[in-house]
């Protein structure tokens, strides 16, 4: 994993970028002895040396997916406020609740990030009450609205914050980043013996 680890122009970002060959990894993991701990296994030694580890899965809820879920402790679940991706919503929960029980007892759902919201349609609204009382406050605060300078951003290689830092998009996006790290530290307060707690 060293070997493909790559220093972005922004200060410590790193990426592993996936590549063309990452299509047949599905195929190849398939015959493969313990296949659903690949990628925890390959992540393991570099886990101690950065703060965050984001896994950016592929929409689809194969042996990529099942393996990013594996090697991780917690799971961001980001929604379009849309009904198709509602549908799509059920069917991550339950490979999240078999990943849980029989591959990765620690797992969690860490939030659920609603975004592409159009606060102009009804069905915007709709979507974002009905997650809301499923997932309760698991649901992050910050919506993030359609943005064109969001959508942007990739083709021109930057994240949005960098390419237009005051788009309202970006604003909110660095809203979420502050309520993610503040939920990252409660659960691991609460996670935390009682007798560290209060040193957290």
Same mark, same amino acid.
């Given at each position: 994993i060293k070997e493909v680890v790559l220093q972005? =122009?922004?200060?410590?970002? /790193?990426?592993?970028?996936?590549?063309?060959?990452?299509?047949?990894?599905?195929? =190849?993991?398939?015959?493969? /002895?313990?296949?659903e701990f690949v990628l925890k296994n390959r992540i393991e030694p570099i886990i101690g040396g950065y703060d965050y580890i984001f896994i950016d899965c592929p929409p689809s809820l194969g042996l990529l997916t099942i393996n990013a879920l594996v090697a991780s402790d917690a799971i961001l679940v980001p929604l379009q406020c849309e009904y198709y991706a509602l549908e799509g919503l059920g069917q991550l929960l339950n490979t999240y609740n078999l990943v849980r029980e029989r591959l990765n007892q620690n797992l969690e759902i860490s939030g659920v990030i609603l975004n592409l919201a159009d606060f102009r349609t009804n069905l915007t609204n709709q979507v974002i009450e009905e997650v809301k009382s499923y997932f309760g406050d698991k649901v992050f605060k910050t919506v993030v609205p359609r943005s064109i300078r969001v959508s942007e951003a990739p083709s021109f290689g930057k994240p949005a914050i960098f390419y237009d830092r005051y788009n309202k998009g970006s604003l909110m996006y660095l809203s979420i980043a502050k309520e993610f790290i503040e939920r990252t530290r409660q659960r691991k307060s609460e996670s935390a013996p009682e007798t560290e707690a209060s040193n957290v």
């Open positions: 972005t =122009e922004f200060k410590d970002i /790193f990426i592993v970028p996936a590549t063309a060959a990452l299509s047949g990894a599905e195929v =190849e993991l398939v015959s493969q /002895f313990g296949r």
